[in-house]
């Protein structure tokens, strides 16, 4: 197989607070190929922001990234070695601080924010922040980038594009503020646009017409996308492979169809059994029950444990990485659960865990239980 576009091995990225070390990413390991949407999700809190700002060098203090493997295109983002003290140091090769400000960040891999408020600079006009970034990044003179930002907003579906452009942010639509996000996004051709819950303040309507426009601008520059967010329908319309992520872990790893219909994971499971779905009512949705713990503290064995239906003894010792539980041609379906046979830790054998008081729970009507 040829190498992935981006490489993520074993990323730990870590905040030193005064409440003790946040383990926001803790070994994830996961790849984009050219042309794919990669899905990140999970809950609020589960590290799915810091990954990406991890791949792009964004993590600010008191946060670090103290280990792991980034490599893009053959060029290592991040990589540390052992050094002659025993002590880890970069290695070499990695990229300088100014080598991925200038060749790597907007160029090759560009950013898309939840709130275009934070990107967009509100004194000065759409058009105008859009042609000088253009002009900025690439060699093109004034009026070059101008008719360049010009069809750009066509391009991202902004009517009247001509007219729109001497238009200040605030005289856009959310929905409008996030194409226009898009526009800047794809200004420089990237090969790799990490969306961080872009449309997650949208209404679903226009959510719908976003995630349709990316699908199509997707196919038509071959763009790459790794594509965040908590809701598992954005995932299922949008990802052609998908990472779970619960408290700084990937604990399950599969394409798309794989996930939702040999599903493998019990916290996947929970996350689409909370998800609303044409063929459900509402009583049907099932909240997942408690509260994700610190990432300051995660529980020892499996992290999900707490919170898990499945749980056994075992799954408070043992602490799993991800592995192969299925494969679908060259793509590995992983999954870290002990209930699996590709685990051999004696979960069968162990004894269930004392299951939480259901507190959302109702009787079912008319249903055997
Ligand atoms: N600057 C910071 N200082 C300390 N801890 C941080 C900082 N930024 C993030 N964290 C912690 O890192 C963990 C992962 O946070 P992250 O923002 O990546 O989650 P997320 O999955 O993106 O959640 P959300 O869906 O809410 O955006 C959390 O425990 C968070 O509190
Ligand atoms: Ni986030």
């Not at 253009?134 to 930002?149: F, G, P, T, Y």
């Not at 907003?153 to 009517?159: D, F, S």
């Amino acid at each position: 197989m040829a190498e992935p576009l981006l490489r993520v091995e074993n990323l730990k990225t870590q905040f030193f607070t005064e409440s003790g070390t946040v383990r926001a990413v803790d070994g994830i390991s996961f790849t984009v190929d050219e042309g794919e949407i990669v899905g990140l999700v999970g809950e609020s809190g589960a590290g799915k922001s810091v990954a990406s700002m991890s791949l792009l060098r964004l993590v600010e203090n008191p946060g670090e990234i103290v280990a792991g493997e980034i490599t893009y295109k053959g060029q290592t983002i991040f990589g540390l070695e052992e050094g002659p003290d025993g002590e880890p140091r970069e290695r070499a090769e990695m990229l300088s601080e100014q080598e991925v400000r200038q060749q790597i960040r907007g160029n090759e891999i560009a950013v898309i924010f939840q709130d275009p408020m934070e990107s967009l600079n509100p004194v000065f006009t759409v058009g105008g922040q859009l042609r000088e970034f253009i002009e900025l990044n690439r060699d093109l003179s004034k009026d070059e980038a101008k008719r360049e930002a010009i069809e750009m907003l066509r391009e991202v579906g902004i009517p009247d594009p001509e007219d729109r452009y001497g238009e200040y942010p605030h005289q856009f639509s959310g929905g409008m503020r996030q194409r226009v996000l898009i526009a800047m996004a794809l200004a420089c051709e990237p090969s790799l646009i990490i969306a961080d819950e872009p449309t997650t303040a949208l209404d679903v309507t226009v959510e719908g017409q976003i995630l349709d426009l990316v699908d199509d601008l997707q196919e038509k520059y071959d763009t790459s996308f790794i594509w965040v967010t908590h809701d598992m329908g954005v995932v299922a319309e949008i990802c052609d492979r998908v990472n779970v992520m619960y408290l700084g872990e990937i604990v399950e790893q599969a394409p798309v169809d794989e996930l939702f219909h040999d599903t493998h994971h019990p916290y996947t499971n929970a996350l689409l059994n909370s998800m609303p779905r044409p063929d459900r009512t509402v009583e049907d949705l099932e909240a997942i029950r408690g509260v994700m713990p610190e990432a300051v503290d995660p529980p020892a064995g499996c992290r999900f444990h707490t919170r898990c239906p499945d749980a056994r003894e075992a799954c408070r010792r043992v602490h799993p990485e991800p592995a192969e539980v299925a494969r679908d041609g060259e793509y590995v379906h992983r999954s870290a659960c002990i209930k699996h046979d590709a685990f051999d830790v004696g979960y069968d054998e162990s004894a269930p865990l004392e299951e939480a008081p259901q507190l959302t729970t109702t009787p079912e009507r008319g249903e055997d239980r």
